[in-house]
T-cell receptor
C-alpha cells in the first residue's frame, strides 16, 4: 500500500464548477499537509498548507484535513480554465514529505 | 517564498555520461532536497542535501549514482552518473526552512528535464 493515495484522473469539469480533489494517507505521524499545482513542464507551485485538522481557506481554494480518517481534500470554487493543471497532495514531517501521484484537472469553457 | 533556479533546464545526454544539475536559492535555507519525477508517478525523494556534511539518501538511491554537494546555505548540485535511459526524468530541487520565516513549507524549483539516449 502506498503511503499517499491520490486518484490520477483526469478530471474534467466545466468552467464555474466546484472541484473536489482528494488524497488518503496511511501514516498517523504525518503532521504537515500541502497542496501543489503543477502546470505542464513547470515545477510544483505551493498552493495551500496546513498543520492541523479542519479547514483553511485562501480565495477560491479551501484545504480540508481530517486526521481521524487520514483524508485530505482541496476544493476549488468557481473553477477557471487557468486552473487546468496537475494537483499534487503532499504530507509528512518537517524533514520529509511524501506525495500522491497527482490529479490532472481540465476545466473546459 | 523563495526564488529557486535550476541549471540546466533540460538536456539530452548519451548513455554512460554524467550530468550535474545546479540549484540556486535567493535566500538562505535550512534544508534542500532533490526529487525525481517520472511520467505518471509521484515525486520521489532522492536525498536531503546537508550543508557541510554528506547527503542523506532514501532507500533505492546511492551516493555513487547520485553524488550531491551542498557547499553553503543557498546552493546545491546533484550529479546523475553513468546514465542509462532509465534515468530519463525530471529532477527537482526543493527547499524549506527559509531564513526569516516560511517555517516548514517546501518550495520547488522549475525542474531539469533529462533525456538519456
Amino acid at each position: 500500500q502506498k503511503e499517499v493515495e491520490q486518484d490520477p484522473g483526469p478530471l474534467s469539469v466545466p468552467e464555474g464548477a466546484i472541484v473536489s480533489l482528494n488524497c488518503t494517507y496511511s501514516n498517523s505521524a504525518f503532521q504537515y499537509f500541502m497542496w501543489y499545482r503543477q502546470y505542464s513542464r513547470k515545477g510544483p507551485e505551493l498552493l495551500m498548507y496546513t498543520y492541523s485538522s479542519g479547514n483553511k481557506e485562501d480565495g477560491r481554494f479551501t484545504a480540508q484535513v481530517d486526521k481521524s480518517s487520514k483524508y485530505i481534500s482541496l476544493f476549488i470554487r468557481d473553477s477557471q480554465p487557468s486552473d487546468s493543471a496537475t494537483y499534487l497532495c503532499g504530507t509528512g514531517t518537517a524533514s520529509k514529505l511524501t506525495f500522491g501521484t497527482g490529479t490532472r484537472l481540465q476545466v473546459t469553457l | 517564498s523563495a526564488v529557486i533556479s535550476q541549471k540546466p533546464s533540460r538536456d539530452i545526454c548519451q548513455r554512460g555520461t554524467s550530468l550535474t544539475i545546479q540549484c540556486q536559492v535567493d535566500s538562505q535555507v535550512t534544508m534542500m532536497f532533490w526529487y525525481r519525477q517520472q511520467p505518471g508517478q509521484s515525486l520521489t525523494l532522492i536525498a536531503t542535501a546537508n550543508q557541510g556534511s554528506e547527503a542523506t539518501y532514501e532507500s533505492g538511491f546511492v551516493i555513487d549514482k547520485f553524488p550531491i554537494s551542498r557547499p553553503n546555505l543557498t546552493f546545491s548540485t546533484l550529479t546523475v552518473s553513468n546514465m542509462s535511459p532509465e534515468d530519463s526524468s525530471i529532477y527537482l530541487c526543493s527547499v524549506n526552512g527559509l531564513a526569516g520565516g516560511g517555517g516548514d513549507t517546501q518550495y520547488f524549483g522549475p525542474g531539469t528535464r533529462l533525456t538519456v539516449l
